[in-house]
């Protein structure tokens, strides 16, 4: 499966899981989220964290509404809105990479650190040896690498510069329908 232009804004993943957490409202989550570390949005996380939690989040489930339920009972919360219509960013305050999932996207990011990219290159052959790796370019300038996987899906590494560190995240995405 071939796919031209970039991946759309949901994947845009600094704009989405990065920024101040402070708004107007007074939920329970901007309560926890004002007592929240900015690093711990986008925590340091160990690969194998990584993949098991994009194997448990992006994979395993599906749909929107089942990832967003799966998450709050992980213990994550929503950031608030950050103008990516129909994205939405999950954290928790601790070393589990933050999540952001949409109706045909689900992205796991953390700091850049050695071993991920073996990892989860490894994590794809065995989890989906149909894989076909296909030219990342196409795709966007931050993408790394691409699969074209069964489903029909494209997953795909994200190296994203922040103003801090460099982040890497993991995508699964469904062209045009519900993953």
Partial sequence: ?????????AVASAAVLLGGCATGDRSADVAELDNTWRANLVPKSSPARMVGTFERFCVETSGLAARETALRRAGYVALPDRGTPG???FVVDDSRPA?????????????ARTGQTEQFERYVTVRFPEAVKTDPAPLGRSISEAWSVPGPAIIATERVQDVDWNNYALIYYRPGGAS
């Fill in 87 to 89: 994205t939405r960013a």
């Fill in 1 to 9: 499966m071939t796919r031209s232009g970039p991946l759309p804004g």
């Fill in 99 to 111: 999540v952001a999932v949409s109706e045909n996207m689900c992205l796991v990011q953390a700091r």
